[in-house]
């Protein structure tokens, strides 16, 4: 028994649309086989896999079915979180898409999932990613501040939506965590921030993100132990589609 994590499939079964990388770079040509065979080979169905958002170019249910089927054939019990991409997925019905695809896939917002006695919580998260002024030298000198207030009041609401995750699992009586994020836990210019705090404050024992894209983006946020946490980036270019194990 053992726990998986990748993001960002950014499945287009049903859909013509791809992201630049997707359409040109050879890591992500055939990826989704890619990742098919590589879960075969690593995950079977007593496992859990969490897959981190963006898992869709749909942006309607009824134009991510294949894609959600392809989830579906994936093995061991799949745990979904929302990304910034998911668009098919309100999250006033989340309830709903629990019940419509009840003991195939699992959608966590505002609730949470067990693994052993690890609580899964998680939300999309949010960041600011500019724009920022650079220096010649390529020093951030400045920002958009309305952008970054904007971005502020994203954060502040997916803080809200971490908490009620977190609300529900303490309520059960839980205490060992695991929580994940579809955006990186801190800002480009930030070392901290609401998110890295509440992990602090419940003791998690690993945060996993997704999200950033490409090798220049890889380093955007922590990875590694930072106050006893691990912080592990799991979007699937970065992980060249082989899933991450998180614990056994
Ligand atoms: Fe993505
Ligand atoms: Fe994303």
């Known amino acids: 028994m053992a726990l998986y994590a990748l993001g960002d499939l950014h499945l287009s079964y049903q859909s013509k649309i791809k992201s630049v990388a997707q359409r040109e770079s050879a890591l992500w040509q055939g990826h989704e086989e890619r990742f098919l065979e ?55 019905k989340t309830e709903q898409l629990n019940q419509m695809y009840e003991g195939r896939l699992h959608f966590l917002q505002n609730n949470y999932f067990l693994y052993k006695d690890y609580a899964l919580v998680g939300t999309k998260g949010y960041c600011f990613e500019g724009p920022f002024y650079m220096s010649p ?51 480009l210019m930030e070392r901290d921030s609401i998110f890295t705090k509440m992990a602090e404050q419940y003791h998690v024992e690993q945060v996993i993100y997704a999200h950033c894209h490409g ?9 590694g132990r930072k106050k006893g946490i691990l912080y592990s ?15 056994s």
């Open 215 to 223: 090798e220049a983006r890889f380093h955007d946020s922590i990875r």
């Open 137 to 187: 030298g390529g020093q951030i000198v400045g920002y958009d501040e309305e952008a970054y207030a904007h971005a502020q009041a994203l954060v502040n609401r997916e803080a809200e939506r971490l908490q009620k995750s977190f609300d529900a699992a303490v309520r059960d009586g839980h205490h060992r965590f695991i929580m994940l994020l579809h955006y990186p836990p801190t800002s």
């Open 38 to 92: 590589n879960c075969r080979a690593m995950v079977t169905d007593a496992d859990t896999l969490l897959l981190l958002g963006d898992h869709s170019w749909g942006n309607k249910l009824p134009y991510c079915r294949k894609d959600l089927e392809y989830i579906e054939s994936l093995p061991g019990r799949k745990i979904l979180l929302r990304g910034n991409h998911d668009h098919f997925w309100d999250v006033k």
């Open 233 to 247: 980036l799991a979007s699937g270019d970065c992980l060249r589609w082989k899933p991450l194990k998180v614990l």
